[in-house]
């Protein structure tokens, strides 16, 4: 009964295991195929806006590359700063609220036809290649503290994350941390008074003193 119990239990962990699986690549893949969508549907704006602003039709093509680039970076960052002080969380989540609403506004003057300034326009678009440099740059930082930070606590991200995360400290670390864990045997009660008191489980030997005897009795 206990066996078919056991074996029951183990089949139902399997299928909840295979089950979170397969929802996480579903999952996965749809936020993929989102990303390349909203990409698409928002290239042509960011790129006419570009050569409104003056930059040349070869290159104005690289400005929604840049912007999708880093908007991937700080989804990235986010979810590989989980676990992290509270101000690297702030700061990863923030860079993807800025990263959307870049986006979300350069579609809406696109789509809505607005009329930009040509000046103010032509210095936004030469300084936000630069500015969302310096908020890549400080999303790997922020990465690099957190990953030395869980080295030198002794720690692995693992513990903190999905079975499929492959973003971890250092796998050999967290494997040796939970062999460390495991409840070692205990010996069994007579051996380890006999190893206490330095008396093998055999007879004494001729000569040989035992504690609480008295020699000639």
């Known amino acids: 009964m206990s066996d ?62 840049i912007i999708d680039a880093v908007l991937v970076v700080a989804c990235v960052a986010a979810l ?19 990263m959307l ?41 922020s990465i690099l503290r957190h990953l030395r930070t869980a080295r030198a606590e002794g720690t692995s991200a693992r513990p903190h994350t999905a079975a499929w995360w492959p973003w971890t400290t250092d796998p050999d670390g967290a494997n040796a941390t939970a062999m460390s864990v495991q409840p070692k045997p205990v010996p069994d009660a007579p051996a380890a008074a006999d190893a206490a008191e330095g008396v093998p489980g055999s007879p004494p030997e001729p000569g040989m003193t035992v504690p609480g005897i008295v020699p000639g009795i």
């Open 4 to 65: 078919f119990s056991g074996m029951r239990r183990f089949r139902a962990m399997d299928y909840g295991n295979g089950f979170q699986l397969t929802a996480v690549v579903i999952v996965i893949s749809g936020v993929a195929l989102l990303a390349v969508a909203a990409f698409l549907v928002s290239y042509a704006g960011t790129r006419a806006i570009a050569v409104t602003a003056g930059v040349s039709p070869a290159l104005a093509g690289l400005y929604p590359l």
């Open 80 to 98: 590989a700063l989980r676990g992290a002080e509270w101000w690297m969380q702030t700061y990863a989540w923030l860079s993807v609220m800025f």
């Open 101 to 141: 609403a870049v986006v979300a506004l350069v579609g809406a003057v696109h789509a809505a036809g607005v009329s930009l300034p040509h000046r103010p326009t032509a210095a936004v678009v030469a300084v936000l290649p630069w500015v969302l440099f310096l908020v890549g740059f400080g999303l790997w930082l």
